[in-house]
């Protein structure tokens, strides 16, 4: 498979830093042919790997020094594949089992509805957690787009 | 964020993208006017979110939640194509009226 684009952002670990991700990426991947149903899904899977790195890998004191990075790749073949990395240096996901049972949420008094594992899988063709205690955890995202009919004109 | 109160009927029109950072401002501004309002309806129209996450599930279960304790009935307005997705993943359609006009 052949790289063909790649693009790494690093934010610093805040909420309102998520739509900034959200924009940068969609503007990576709309250079590809995408119906707006893949862009929104890749949109809403970064969404939620991105809320949950900022909102669950620090404890609050270490949030002041705490980045999150994004990597996004862009395969062409056959067929165009993008992949996002997002990783964070935090506590790791003690179990993760648990984390991806829908409608858990280790905090629910902050109204988290324990979807975001779900969306992830449900609107990406393969989600890869690799998480270590103290060391951080590292989500990456697949999605292969379908191919169109090219146009005649 | 706009919203409107008529005859029991509070309305609130959302057009921000409803992400973690939106939805812990427009929780606690959405609580304020139900509970001024005690409404015995609550509608909340979506046809100008343009993005949600789970986020976005999480803001309307709690809204749910509250407006369930006064008695009063929720319905979500006019949710897009892809919001539409979203929300179908959670079972918030068996709680809360769903309806497009």
Known sequence: MEEDNKIKIEI??????????????????????????????IKTAISEAVTNAIEHAYKDEELENATVVINAYIYSNDENIIKIEIEDKGMGIEDVETAMMPTYTSKPELEHAGMGFTIMQTFMDEILIDSKKDIGTKITLIKKLKKKKSKLV | MKYNYEDGSLKIDLDEELDMSACRTLRSVIDGYIMRY????????????????????????????????????????????????????????????????
Not at chain 1, 17 to 31: E, K, L, Y
């Open chain 2, 38 to 101: 005690q409404p015995h309806d609550f509608i909340i129209d979506l046809s100008k979110v343009k993005f949600m996450d789970s986020s976005g599930i999480g803001l309307l279960i709690g809204r749910y939640n509250l407006i369930k304790f006064m008695d009063a009935k929720m319905t979500i307005l006019n949710p897009t194509n892809s919001i539409k997705r979203v929300l179908e993943l959670s079972n918030i359609s068996d709680k809360i009226t769903m309806r497009c006009e």
């Open chain 1, 12 to 41: 610093k670990a805040k909420l309102v830093n998520v739509s900034i991700v959200r924009v940068a990426i969609s503007s990576f991947i709309t250079t590809l042919d995408i119906t707006i149903d893949e862009l929104m899904d």
